[in-house]
């Protein structure tokens, strides 16, 4: 584990790990007891690769890494459509050994992709996620989740809550709540309104609200405008309120989600930019739910984990 | 009213009403019937004319109606902030009679513009209208609201349901809905999986799925990505579903809107644009609710309501 001494790993084993997502590509180089010796992050994600240009975005990144000939494996949506090679869904539920049975190699490379995950809600409908697992299995060892829940939430433009038990990660539910944030700001009335500035009681202010009003988010949005409107709210605080309404509407919709999966959600645990674990933490406090965050480099460890589940470095505990 | 004859009026009397919104300034001359004897239309909206720009466009707008001296009346965002003068809002209830004597008259002209309306739900939050609470009088006489409450909906960028009764305009509640759909189809990610096309059971899907949902919209909406991901939803499909996930929503808040002010919501009354409101019908008649549509040019009808009751035209009745 980075960080930390793993007894009995072989030391000549090492690992690159790249946690490559949409808009960035964030590649760590791993010494043989998995501790980060090196990391380089570059504007190198999917959606700024053209079509083909994988293998020399790939090469940069190694070469700035100074890498040797140790084995690669990457997360996140380098396996989407739109990335390298698409690795098809892993069913939920899903652990580290089963999602390093799944590894899918990338062709006249030593890269491996981690498969992302697929789980199905009470109706049937499709939940997706790519990238997340990784993080959740880099914040938890086994010991930690055996015999017990645990809720791992990843804040972001597409917000995961996950459930993480005996069987790794049980199911999830997807929030559309950082999109909606940023597309209401640029595109909106909402945002037209709203003046550059933070304001804390704003936040918890549209988290109250969102919490008391039978979850009727596309009503509730309208009162950033009608309160601006009436001077109720100042514009610069627009749009701390329209971010609390927004994390107000996914923690009651996440909590009464939480209870039909029969799970307490009383404790929480955040993975993610910090300064967003932040925001979240605030508006769980709100609504008296104790939030953790996890620990940072979620995606090394995770994919150190997955590796040593692969085979690829030291032994399997 | 238009299209009928009037017992008692002076012939003498005639209107120039004007539907002033955001985009679009509509203009009818009216006869001493309240019959629409000429309308015309031009993108003269409140966006599209600059600061100080507004006697020339209300001229261009007369010009092209071949006007007389009759008295004028203008409702809509032309009252707003953003338009020629600013006027207060009106408290609800609100009826033709209290919205006619607070009239505001445009300062060297003869243009006079009726009160948006301002109410507040029971945490005291505001909502607001402007423009729509002459469509409504305009789809009602005052007989047809006495000793009974009507549910009114005017779809939109932001959908407005309101309860009629015998004080008038008694409250409302505004939905995000049209504006949620347009950011999204055009800016979010949803939109980019969207393809052109016209899909009625995606439509009455997305419906059923945001009513079977417990309101959780942030996560439903994510099920127009994951279906398309997973071939369950065709590409020219995603934007019918979307839409139904969106009036879904609208629907099942607003029929816990209508519970809490005990009005009851079996049947209800669409004013709007055609195309829009047949849409709305589509999503009523999944969840088993009667929409009637209301009647055409609506705010003519308004209009010449409220210029009767102010004395502008012809009796009070």
């Known amino acids: 584990m980075p960080g930390g001494s793993v007894p009995g790993l072989s030391m000549s084993s090492a690992l690159i790990a790249i946690d490559w997502g949409t808009t960035t590509a964030r590649a760590y180089r791993l010494d043989a007891g998995g501790r980060i010796a090196h990391m380089v992050s570059a504007p190198l994600g999917v959606q700024k690769v053209a079509a083909g240009g994988f293998p020399a975005a790939l090469a940069m990144l190694l070469d700035d890494l100074q890498s040797d000939a140790a084995p690669m494996i990457a997360c996140g949506m380098i396996g989407s459509r739109q990335g390298w090679i698409e690795v098809p869904y892993l069913q939920c539920p899903a652990d580290a050994a089963s999602i390093a049975s799944a590894l899918v190699p990338v062709p006249q490379t030593r890269l491996l992709i981690v498969p992302g995950l697929l789980c199905r809600d009470a109706t049937g409908s499709p939940d997706v996620m790519r990238g997340e697992e990784t993080q959740i299995l880099g914040a938890f060892a086994d010991a930690e989740t055996r015999g017990r829940f645990r809720v791992v939430i990843l804040p972001g433009t597409h917000s995961k809550w996950t459930v993480v038990g005996d069987s790794g990660i049980e199911t999830f539910a997807t929030f559309l709540t950082g999109e909606l944030y940023a597309v209401l700001r640029e595109h909106s009335i909402l945002g037209r309104l ?5 304001d804390r009681a704003a936040l918890e202010r549209g988290v109250r609200r969102s919490l008391a009003s039978e979850a009727s988010l596309s009503h509730d949005l309208f009162s950033a405008r009608t309160l601006a409107l009436t001077d109720e709210l100042a514009p610069g605080a627009v749009g701390d309120y329209l971010s609390g309404l927004l994390l107000g509407a996914e923690l009651a919709a996440g909590r009464r989600w939480l209870e039909r999966q029969r799970v307490p959600g009383e404790r929480v645990h955040l993975i993610g930019d910090p300064a967003l674990c932040e925001r979240y933490a605030r ?16 995606a090394a460890r ?16």
Chains 1, 2 share one sequence.
Do not use: M, Q
Not at 194 to 198: I, L, Q, R, S
Not at 302 to 317: D, F, M, S
């Open 194 to 198: 709203a003046e550059p500035g933070e």
């Open 283 to 298: 508006a769980f406090a709100v609504a008296g739910i104790d939030a953790t965050p996890g620990p940072p480099e979620a």
């Open 302 to 317: 995770g994919l150190w984990r997955i590796a040593r589940h692969a085979g690829l470095v030291g032994v399997v505990p």
